[in-house]
């Protein structure tokens, strides 16, 4: 079953399994569709560096942000270099990147919290959104894995913060994998296929041959399923979505199938707010 769930109000896809079994729980992935921007008034570009008119970018945010339940100022992203840093998320940090890239959580591709009222957010157009959930300790966090982060293991990363900030146990942390390119449409060269093959024993489970020589066919949602397991999480609480960012480019944003000229998705997850 697929486990990121369209709704068609809002255009955003929610992992229902978790916010029905966690209370105050949001967590989800927005589609091409729903807001302004200048290419479009129905574009839903969350994106601050891809060339868009930063008002309506920030009035995307605002309007995801209100959506969901969530104060704009606890809008909270990083700066995503494509690399495998993940950043504790405290109270002195919140809001950073809401408005500006002057502003976003440095030199980090995860931000990860227990802060209640915080809203994390991330940014995709083909790259693999990881989600991670430990429902005893109250830890959430968002992984941005294209194929440098999953090669040099963000998935684990994430996994040893929970466990090193709030004693978290592996078998206990839930992990998501998101909309994002798939092993039918990503097609690698050697060059790539070096480093894959140093990420897993397990890569060949993720890797098919190509019709052009040389190249390989790279499923790296399936790749990151494998680096969780193998940093001790559980296969019964890993969930992966069967959408295919470049297949459903009438639903999401494809840097490959837009050839580059593609605004970003969000991933998000938060602590609402306890209400009395």
């Not at 989600?131 to 941005?144: R, V």
């Amino acid at each position: 079953m697929e486990p990121f769930q369209l709704n068609d109000t809002t255009h955003t896809l929610h992992l229902k399994k978790w916010e029905s079994a966690y209370p105050g729980l949001t967590a989800g992935f927005t589609t091409r569709w729903g807001k302004e921007s200048t290419a479009s008034s129905q574009t839903c570009n969350l994106g601050l560096h891809v060339g868009d008119n930063p008002n309506h970018v920030i009035k995307n945010r605002q309007g995801l942000a209100d959506q969901q339940g969530f104060l704009f100022e606890t809008w909270t992203c990083a700066d995503q270099i494509h690399g495998n840093k993940v950043t504790k998320i405290t109270a002195g940090q919140i809001g950073a990147g809401r408005d500006s890239l002057e502003s976003v959580v440095a030199d980090t591709d995860g931000l990860y919290t227990t802060e209640r009222g915080v809203f994390l957010t991330s940014f995709y157009a083909d790259c693999v959104p990881l989600f991670f959930l430990d429902p005893i300790s109250k830890a959430i966090g968002l992984a941005h894995a294209g194929w440098k982060g999953t090669v040099s293991l963000i998935a684990r990363e994430m996994v040893e913060a929970f466990s090193r900030e709030y004693q978290s146990n592996p078998e206990d942390i839930y992990v998501a994998i998101g909309p994002s390119i798939g092993g039918c449409c990503y097609e690698v060269d050697e060059r790539v296929m070096q480093q894959v093959r140093m990420a897993t024993s397990q890569w060949e489970q993720a890797v098919q041959s190509s019709s052009t020589s040389g190249h390989f066919m790279l499923d790296l949602r399936h790749l990151n399923q494998l680096i969780v397991k193998e940093a001790g999480v559980l296969a019964s609480h890993i969930s992966t979505t069967h959408y295919c960012t470049s297949c459903r480019n009438d639903l999401f944003f494809s840097h490959r199938k837009d050839q580059g000229k593609a605004g970003r998705m969000a991933s998000f997850i938060g602590w609402k707010e306890q209400t009395t």
